[in-house]
């Protein structure tokens, strides 16, 4: 025997503007950028729902959850869940949701995304729609809109697709809506789009207005009530239109939301770490660079003076004459360089000539006046023009055997070889170091790699390495703000950002490439520090 229906709160038969649904609950998700009106839509929607004429509408918002910041901050502090009931008892739920795109920069977005992600997890089991608003007088996505979408759609699963619908504000008809389906992104352009311009924004203009014309006249009061109707009648239209779209949706859960947030923040943290990682991949290799650089020193040193017992080795250098040719030399006490080995000059006596047209220095300079000239650097022993002259001779280097026991050769040889001794054993330790990053490091892809591939599976635009290039445009286009009203500090540490993203970039590809064609981990571990290389 079926159970008697519980009666709605309110009696089904009240007469109102809304159509009555077959459902008796919805659950919306309301999200967007900054400024689109997310938090007006709450109050509209509340003063709707209690069967309010137009004249009747109040504001009705959560001042405590208010930031009091400017417009082009984000008014909403956290996601937070409203729930309503219609004149005719079916309940609204809706988890509005702090703007994307905020100013305030990236992080402050990350913020909003956690808190998102929170709400949904603590409030929402599952969603029957997900609205996203936008500014409907653009005719094609901006660049934060574009970015906002992006982290939209890589919160969101594909699951979701069909319950996803775009509410565009600012609309005052139809018929002036000019915005291309065709700019939204690939996964999104089958959406429902639904237009709107909120008439409690009109009414407390329409309110304001009254009070400072204190004597306005009955035909404009007319035409401002003309349009508040007209208004409020296309309002209604969309809000039946858009909770029957609702109506028609199958509920979806939520756990793959919260899932997907919780994927790509380990997805975030894997880039971080393996950018770590190669950071310090390089640094070690560097300094084995400079320890092998060392111990091969203190090695030649070694074998020159290995025989002390027997000679003593002594190297001078020593002109050689060059009969058919002449070079530039450094004159510089203690150079000893020969800084062009047969010059096809004339043999020149003034060194700001040479300095001029010898190739030991930088020709792009030779139109310089010899007074400069004179001054510039060779490039081989970066000594000045000035101290560098042509001879018929060049530099060599002969070594004379004593045969006899050389004591400084002895020491020589013994700190040499003390020296080897300790820099092969830091050699040896920063090797097992590097080889225990690379270890990490192969881990580290192998993870992302399977992330990526999840994420793909997973989320509405499975792109995740498209996903972090939209938010490099969003900060290019925020750095040219900052280059118009003269922040170069600002300009800089955006210039950082973007380059740490364009890294992270690099990387994803790295790994994409690597899972599709096999390459083994050592491999793109190599190929990853080389490129970093490039990178910076």
Not at 201 to 229: F, G, H, N, V
Request: with cysteine; aromatic share 6%.
């Amino acid at each position: 025997m079926r159970s008697r229906r519980q009666p709605s709160l309110r009696p089904p038969a009240i007469q109102g503007p809304l159509h009555p649904l077959k459902k008796r609950e919805l659950t919306v998700i309301l999200v967007g950028e900054t400024g689109v009106g997310k938090t007006s839509l709450m109050s509209l929607l509340a003063n709707v729902c209690d069967n309010r004429t137009i004249h009747e509408f109040i504001p009705q918002h959560n001042p405590d959850n208010d930031t009091n910041l400017a417009a082009m901050h984000s008014q909403t502090k956290a996601a937070m869940l409203y729930e309503m009931t219609r004149y005719d008892g079916v309940r609204i739920r809706v988890l509005d949701t702090p703007g994307l795109c905020d100013t305030r920069g990236i992080e402050q977005d990350a913020e909003h995304k956690a808190s998102i992600a929170d709400a949904i997890r603590d409030y929402v089991v599952q969603v029957d729609a997900v609205i996203v608003m936008a500014n409907g007088t653009n005719t094609r996505l901006t660049v934060p809109t574009d970015y906002a979408l992006s982290t939209l759609s890589a919160m969101f699963p594909a699951s979701i697709a069909s319950n996803i619908g775009f509410l565009f504000t600012n609309v005052e008809s139809p018929l002036t809506f000019n915005f291309q389906q065709s700019s939204l992104p690939e996964c999104l352009q089958d959406a429902e789009l639904f237009t709107l311009q909120n008439p409690l924004a009109l009414l407390l203009k329409y309110q304001e207005l009254q009070q400072l014309d204190t004597s306005m006249s009955a035909s404009k009061k007319k035409i401002y009530e003309r349009s508040l109707a007209m208004a409020y009648t296309g309002t209604l239209d969309t809000l039946n239109d858009m909770f029957s779209w609702m109506d028609e949706r199958q509920a979806r859960p939520t756990a793959e939301i919260s899932h997907l947030y919780n994927l790509t923040i380990g997805m975030e943290a894997d880039l971080t770490d393996i950018l770590a990682r190669l950071d310090q991949i390089e640094q070690r290799r560097n300094e084995l660079k400079r320890l092998r650089a060392k111990s091969a020193s203190h090695e030649q040193t070694m074998k020159i003076n290995e025989q002390y017992e027997k000679i003593i080795k002594r190297a001078m250098h020593v002109q050689r004459d060059t009969p058919g040719h002449h070079t530039t030399q450094c004159t510089v006490a203690g150079c000893y360089s020969n800084c062009h080995e047969s010059c096809h000059l004339e043999f020149l006596l003034d060194p700001a000539e040479l300095g001029r047209r010898c190739t030991a220095f930088d020709l792009s300079r030779n139109a310089n006046p010899l007074k400069e000239a004179i001054r510039h650097k060779c490039e081989t022993c970066g000594h000045r023009a000035r101290d560098h002259r042509h001879f018929h001779s060049v530099w060599a280097i002969e070594t004379t055997n004593e045969h006899t026991i050389d004591e400084d050769a002895r020491r020589s040889y013994d700190a040499a070889s003390r020296a080897a001794a300790a820099y092969s054993t830091q050699m040896a330790h920063l090797e097992a170091k590097i080889a225990s990053y690379d270890t990490e490091l192969e881990r580290l892809e192998k993870q992302l790699a399977d992330n990526c591939e999840r994420f793909q599976e997973l989320a509405l635009n499975g792109n995740f390495s498209g996903h972090l290039e939209s938010t490099v445009d969003l900060l290019k286009y925020r750095r040219e703000t900052r280059m118009v009203v003269g922040d170069p500090e600002g300009f800089q540490a955006l210039t950082n950002l973007i380059e740490v993203f364009e890294k992270r970039i690099r990387v994803i590809q790295e790994v994409e490439r690597k899972k599709q064609e096999g390459w083994g981990l050592t491999k793109l571990a190599n190929n990853l520090v080389s490129r970093l290389r490039v990178w910076k």
